[in-house]
Structure formats: C-alpha cells, structure tokens
C-alpha cells in the first residue's frame, strides 16, 4: 500500500471545515493506504497559547480523531513532538528552502498580518516543519483542505531541491488528495471557517449552539423578506445544502429559494437536522472515548513506536545522504 501522511493542530475542537475538507477523508483513506496520522503540536507553537491547556488540547485531539472514525488498527496516530526527527529534518529542509518561496505563502502572510505583536521565525519556517513532517515517512500523498496546497506544493519543491543537491532520489514529491469539500466558508458566508474568525459550526457544539449558529449564517445578502425570491447559487447555506441534504430536499429548497416559496428559517430547519445527525454521534462518541485517557495515551504510544522506527531510519539514509555520518 502507498503511504500517506497528514496532521491537524491542538488549537482547541475541530469545525465541520477541518471533518468535511480533511478528517472524513483520511477515515475513508484508511483502506486503501498506508496512513500515519499526526497531532502536528510544534506546528501550533508558532501563535501565542496557554501553557495549561496544551495536554488536555493533545488528549482532545487525539479523541476527535477516534471519535471520528481514525482507527489506530489501520493507521499510526502520533504526537509530532515524540518525535524528534521532525525538528532534525526540518533543519536540514531549511538548509536548501530559498527563502523567497516562504516570502510567497499566504498563510503566513494571514497569521502575520492577525498576530502582529508576534510574527515569530517559527510562523515564517512552519511550511518547512510541515515539508518534514510529510517526507520524513516518505509519503506519496497528503489529503488536506485546499487552503493547504500551496504548502504541499511547497514541500514538492523542496524535494526536489534536496534530491538535486545531494544527487539523490530518496524523496518522492508528494501529491495532495482533496475532499470534495475542499474550502468550507464559515457562517459569515464569505470566510473560510476557523476558530480563529469564530465563525465555525464545532464538532462539540451542543444542539442548541449548532441551531443559534445555523440560524445567524448569512444567506443571500439579496433575500431581504422571505417574499423575495433568492438565488441559492450566492448563498452558502445552500452550499451546504448541497453536502448534507438529500437530492430531493437540496431541489426543494432551490426551487423554494427562487419562487419565494420556502424562507431561510425553513430551509435551514432541513439543514439542522442533518448536521445534527453528522455532530451529535461524533460529540458522544468523543465525550465516551475521553472518559479512558489511558486508552488514548496507548493508542498515541503505540503509534509513537511504530512512527519512530520509519523515522530513525530516514534519517539515518538523510545523514548518509548529506554527507555528515563518519
Ligand atoms: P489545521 O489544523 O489548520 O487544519 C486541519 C485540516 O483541516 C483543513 N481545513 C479545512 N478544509 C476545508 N474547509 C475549511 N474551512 C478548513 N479549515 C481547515 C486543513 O486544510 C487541514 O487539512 N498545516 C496543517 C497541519 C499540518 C499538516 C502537516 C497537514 C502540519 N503538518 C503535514 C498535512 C501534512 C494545518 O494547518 O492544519
């Protein structure tokens, strides 16, 4: 089987944009690759955090990720920081990254513009933590969300840079595998979702907090009174209509948009009872597997040992490879 990497960051619950443009795949991945699955917590380092919570946050994600459906019979899950060659490679990646590809990503353009007080080297290196991350099991591909594939391209560079200049094939340029729903926008209608713009529906969310935050996403700014006809091509309840509904309730509410025959309240109603039936699982779930952390603190072990094997001799092939091992 290929083999496949990706990772999310502990930066607190996972939104319906990180499920339905990462998670959902990597479940569906399972069977037919190799996977290894990260808790990237040196990447979430770069923005300012409580030290207090970083555990509880690593516990937390590692049981989103199992509530979920990550299975750690098929895959290996792992806590990035057990493994040091993550940072080692990382160095040796920054050694042959030119500089004017990271001026280019605009992730770090966005962290840099929202944390001006701390626009640390660690934000600007974190493409290259990710590149290390993703080669360092010499992984073929990585599925993420869309706003992640100018990293992913970057990694691709890298390789090849390393590869050219150390004449060597060690590393395969990775692809990246995108969901269907690739880029989820937020409740404002207009941003992607994230935590950090507050505009997420969360897999924690209870149901009363998924109805107040369905019921403020904006619709089509047009549709003013519900005897307005809409144009569900603008809005982005209707896109999520197009995820979470049936065929016949996403034409009802298209047809009901465009005569006036349905409001936003009512097609949104249909729309609840979905996302509903997707959180409400996982949340009950993750609040069943979070009562054994022991059973969590194996599961990343487990996968620890097995990651750390692959690692150790990478690195060893790196060192060869660089010309540093005597
Ligand atoms: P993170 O934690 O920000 O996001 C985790 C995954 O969720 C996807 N995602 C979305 N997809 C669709 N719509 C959205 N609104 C949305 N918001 C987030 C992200 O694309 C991502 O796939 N840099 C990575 C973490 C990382 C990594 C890696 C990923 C570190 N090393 C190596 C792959 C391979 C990140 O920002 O994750």
Not at 50 to 55: G, R
């Amino acid at each position: 089987m290929k083999r496949l990497f990706s990772g999310a960051q502990p930066t607190g619950t996972l939104h319906i944009g990180n499920y339905l443009g990462a998670i959902k795949n990597w479940v569906d991945l399972q069977e037919k690759y190799e996977c290894v699955f990260s808790i990237v917590d040196y990447h979430s380092l770069t923005i300012n955090y409580e030290k207090e919570d970083m555990k509880k946050r690593i516990i937390d994600l590692a049981a989103t990720y199992l509530a979920c459906g990550i299975d750690p019979e098929r895959c290996k899950l792992f806590v990035q920081s057990w493994i040091k060659e993550h940072t080692e490679l990382m160095w040796i990646l920054s050694c042959v990254t030119p500089m004017g590809e990271l001026n280019r990503m605009t992730q770090f353009k966005d962290k840099s513009s929202k944390n001006v007080g701390n626009v640390n080297l660690g934000l600007y290196a974190y493409p290259v933590l990710q590149a290390a991350d993703i080669i360092l099991y010499k992984s073929e591909f990585v599925p993420v969300g869309e706003d992640q594939v100018q990293h992913i391209e970057l990694t691709r560079e890298i390789v090849r840079k390393f590869n050219a200049r150390y004449n060597t094939d060690i590393f395969p340029e990775p692809q990246e595998i995108l969901s269907s729903s690739k880029r989820i926008l937020g409740i404002d209608g207009e941003n992607k979702m994230s935590k950090s713009l507050n505009n997420h529906i969360g897999l924690d969310d209870d149901d009363k907090t998924i109805q107040q935050k369905l019921m403020q996403a904006k619709t089509d700014p047009a549709r003013v009174r519900k005897t307005d006809p809409g144009n569900p091509a603008v809005c982005n309840v209707f896109s999520w209509h197009k995820i979470f509904s049936t065929e016949n309730e996403i034409s009802e509410c298209a047809k009901g948009c465009v005569d006036a025959s349905i409001g936003c309240v009512q097609c949104k109603k249909i729309l609840l009872s979905h996302m509903k039936e997707l959180i409400t699982p996982i949340r009950e779930k993750k609040a069943q597997i979070l009562k054994d952390t022991d059973y969590i603190k194996d599961v990343l072990v487990e996968g620890a040992k097995k990651c750390d094997i692959i690692a150790k001799n990478t690195i060893n092939e790196v060192r060869e490879v660089i010309g540093v091992k005597i």
